[in-house]
Each structure stands twice: as C-alpha cells, then as structure tokens.
C-alpha cells in the first residue's frame, strides 16, 4: 500500500537549533506539498513543488524556512534557526497532477506528519 | 481571495444519529471540492472529492456530499454515525488554471460522536 512517509514523527529542539525535516512521496507522484496545522491558523500551504520544481512557498517565512527536492523522491523542510512559534504539525502530502482537464487524478495524500516542539 | 468556510467548528452528535457538517466556498468558474477527515495524531484522509459530473457524491465509511453552486456549498452528509466517525473533518477547495492541485482548506468541523 503506497503511502507518504515522514521522518522523524517527533522532534523536540531548543531555540535556535537547525530542524529538518524529511518526506518521501509516493512513487510516481509528481508534487509534492507540505502544510504546517497549529490550533490558531489551522491548516497552512507552506510551499508546493511540480517536477521537483518549486512553484509556490509565498506561505513560509523566508528569512528561516526552506524547501528543497534533492531528487524525485525527497523533499526536505528546513527551520534555521527554530523558534518557540514553530511548533506545529508539518504535513507532507503528494499527488500526480497532469493538468489539461486530466483531473481523474486530482488528489493529495497526506503523510503522518511531523510533530515538532521548540523550546 | 479564494476561501472556504466551515460553519461549525464542533459537532456533538449521538450515535446513530445523522449528521450534516456545512461547507461554503468563495465562487469560481472552475472548482474542484475535497472532504478530509483526520483522526487524532494521523494525517488527513481523503472521505470524497467532486471534479464534475453528478453532483451527488458517495465516499468512504458511508458519508455522501452535494454540490450546490448556486449556493456555493458542498456539505457533507452521513444518514447514521458510529462512535469511529468522531474525528476532525476538512473541507477544501482546488480552483484549478495555473495553480491546479492546491487546496485551500476550511479551519475545520470536529465531530464528536457519543454512546
């Protein structure tokens, strides 16, 4: 059963530390989102990548956050440095979008996620 | 701006009763509409979509939705629930064009079912 996988599930850092965090898509998909969902702003778009080329992250603070795919079955989400008001859930999810009114494959799958806690 | 809107952040409901969660979205030409549900510490889990077509759609676990666009809703129905279905339920919306594929998401209906 294919799936999206995160890694690590959990992670706990003291402010200031580099954060990484990992997702591989399903196999064949060719974008990849990830989403951060705190309990004040719900579900965020953070950034989206289409043939491994990044196509929209005006949703993540720049000046800490990035966003990278090494290769087609990678993505990384980058915090340097962290902050407490990072703490959040952060999602990756995939799909196979092809565009041109071929919408039969319209569909995002969600990884586990990430659970992250700046102290 | 594209939005949606869940009416109601939290749904007590007994079991085996039915259920309506509410949905609106803003307005386009091209729209594409998502249900997601999330049980505690997992992902979101996709329940139904509608890309065209009837305007009725069935999912999952037994939950069905409608697309009004004279309304601009797409609310999500389920005729009897069990106490598995209390979780958090999304709605979302893709309008298509240059950014097809990305959702934009309601804040969310938690579900509680009880005995």
């Known amino acids: 059963d294919a799936r999206v996988t995160q890694t690590p599930r959990h992670k706990v850092t003291e402010m200031g530390q580099e954060v990484t965090m990992r997702c591989q898509p399903i196999l064949g998909h060719n974008t990849v989102f990830w989403y951060r969902q705190t309990m004040m702003q719900g579900l965020e778009l953070l950034a989206y990548?289409?043939?491994?080329?990044?196509?929209?992250d005006s949703g993540m603070p720049k000046d800490r956050f990035s966003a990278e795919m090494p290769d087609a079955t990678l993505a990384t989400l980058k915090i340097q440095p962290s902050e407490p008001r990072d703490s959040a859930v952060y999602f990756c999810?995939?799909?196979?979008?092809?565009?041109?009114?071929?919408?039969?494959?319209?569909?995002?799958?969600f990884g586990a996620g990430t659970r992250l806690s700046v102290l | 701006a594209q939005s949606v809107t869940q009416l109601d952040s939290q749904v007590p409901v007994f079991e085996e009763a039915p259920v309506e969660l509410r949905c609106n979205y803003s307005s386009s030409v091209s729209v594409y509409l998502f249900w997601y549900v999330q049980y505690p510490n997992q992902g979101l889990q996709l329940l139904l979509k509608y890309l065209s077509g009837s305007t009725l759609v069935k999912g999952i676990n037994g939950f069905e939705a409608e697309f009004n666009k004279s309304q601009t809703s797409f609310h999500l129905r389920k005729p009897s629930v069990h106490i598995s279905d209390t979780a958090e339920y999304f709605c979302?919306?893709?309008?298509?064009?240059?950014?097809?594929?990305?959702?934009?998401f309601g804040q969310g209906t938690i579900l509680t079912v009880h005995p």
């Open positions: 990548f289409r043939n491994r080329a990044p196509l929209d």
């Open positions: 979302a919306v893709s309008y298509g064009g240059t950014s097809y594929g990305k959702l934009t």
């Open positions: 999810a995939s799909g196979l979008f092809l565009g041109g009114g071929r919408e039969d494959k319209n569909i995002q799958y």
